[in-house]
């Protein structure tokens, strides 16, 4: 059986973190927006069969991601920076090349934590549920799972 190497592809990386002809993808942002600076770029797609996307996200100093969950799990691997992850009732203290893994329904969010940018590749699977974001009342039991979780999650 021959083997199609036309589907191989290498992307090589440019400068750090940004690969060749990889775009960045913006939010629109405005202040009623639930993230603060936060930039993404796919770097594998459905194309490849394996039934995954794989993206590299971005969060700047001061910026937050979306406070949010979902039926769907993350795969989270830091490789830029340092930062800190909600995941549920908990906040990780995360460095490059660290392991999270984010279970279905747990609320997230990820911030950078000092002057660097934090950039993370979040693994997902093709197929995935819409992010769900809190209630005014979800908010609540959120803060009150922890004080310092109260202190950090913004939204
Ligand atoms: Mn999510």
Known sequence: MGIDTDLATFVPQETPFRWSGIR????NQNLDSPFRDVTRRILFDAE????????????APGGWSTLEHHGHPHEVIPIRGNGRVLVQ???LHVAPHDLVYIPAWAWHQLRPEGEE???????????????????ADEIEQIKASDPEVA???RY
Do not use: A, N, W
């Open 151 to 153: 202190e950090f999650i």
């Open 117 to 135: 940018p934090f950039g993370f590749i979040c693994i997902v699977t093709v197929e995935r549920d819409r992010p769900v974001f809190p209630t």
């Open 48 to 59: 490849h069969g394996l039934g995954v996307q794989v993206r590299y996200f971005e969060v």
């Open 89 to 91: 009732d908990r906040i």
């Open 24 to 27: 960045e993808l913006v939010y």
